[in-house]
């Protein structure tokens, strides 16, 4: 069964303190691994897709990395609006679909 | 990217009682997914929905429970039958948006007294 663990549960920043949340996960045949951004009382809003260990992509200050068993999330110099939960999620074949297994998400919040 | 329009946002139902979220996208798409949020918990897949035929509900979730029509490619519908308050939660719809990984709609909160 496919799992992913992402820590911390909640992490809370001051405004330019640089930090890197953790998605761990456990798959059989990893086809992409997403990060998301979810806003409260909004879906998830998609950020990046990952799909081969040592590839990194960058978005403002967001960056997403990616080994064989996990994936980081590094936010350099956060501002307050970057506070929001951050969803990690996998990709893999079953049956004849893909499907996306999601850890639980860090509530990031940075201060000003 | 897809845009997609769910609704209700949010109801307030009783027991027993069932209701229909319905998820509108703006392009054509050829699979459309049903997902519940449950506070604190991740996001689950309850069912993938091809046009044309019957939906793949995940391990857990039944047609009976929770059943989907997807009349046409740009439309799905999802009811949760037979409420009870262990159904309150937050229930989504995606679309695989190619370039975009996969759209959410924003979601339909919904509390069962």
């Known amino acids: 069964e496919d799992q992913v663990t992402q820590s911390p549960e909640a992490l809370r920043l001051q405004e330019g303190e640089s930090s890197s949340l953790n998605c761990s996960y456990t798959?059989?045949?990893?086809?992409?691994l997403f990060w998301y951004r979810q806003d409260p009382g909004k879906g998830p809003e998609f950020l990046f897709t990952?799909?081969?260990a040592g590839e990194e992509k960058e978005k403002e200050r967001l960056k997403a990395t990616l080994t064989k068993k996990e994936s980081f999330l590094h936010i350099t110099a956060p501002k307050p609006e970057d506070s929001a939960t951050y969803l990690c999620?996998?990709?893999?074949?079953?049956?004849?679909?893909?499907?996306?297994?999601f850890g639980k998400g860090t509530l990031l919040t940075v201060n000003p | 990217s897809a845009v997609i329009s769910q609704k209700p946002s949010r109801d307030i139902c009783q027991r027993g009682t069932s209701l229909t979220i319905q998820c509108q996208v703006d392009?054509?798409?050829?699979?459309m997914f049903w997902y519940r949020q449950q506070p604190g918990q991740s996001l689950t897949l309850i069912a993938t929905?091809?046009?044309?035929?019957?939906?793949?509900?995940e391990s857990g979730f039944v047609i009976d429970k929770f059943p989907i029509s997807r009349p046409n490619l740009t439309f799905s519908t999802l009811t949760v039958s037979n409420m009870s308050p262990e159904d309150s939660s937050i229930y989504l719809c995606?679309?695989?948006?190619?370039?975009?990984?996969?759209?959410f709609g924003s979601g339909t909160r919904l509390t069962v007294v």
């Open positions: 995606s679309v695989d948006d190619l370039n975009y990984g996969y759209t």
């Open positions: 798959v059989s045949g990893l086809r992409g």
């Open positions: 990952l799909y081969s």
């Open positions: 999620a996998v990709q893999a074949r079953r049956g004849s679909n893909y499907k996306l297994t």
């Open positions: 392009s054509q798409v050829t699979m």
């Open positions: 929905a091809n046009q044309g035929s019957e939906a793949t509900y």
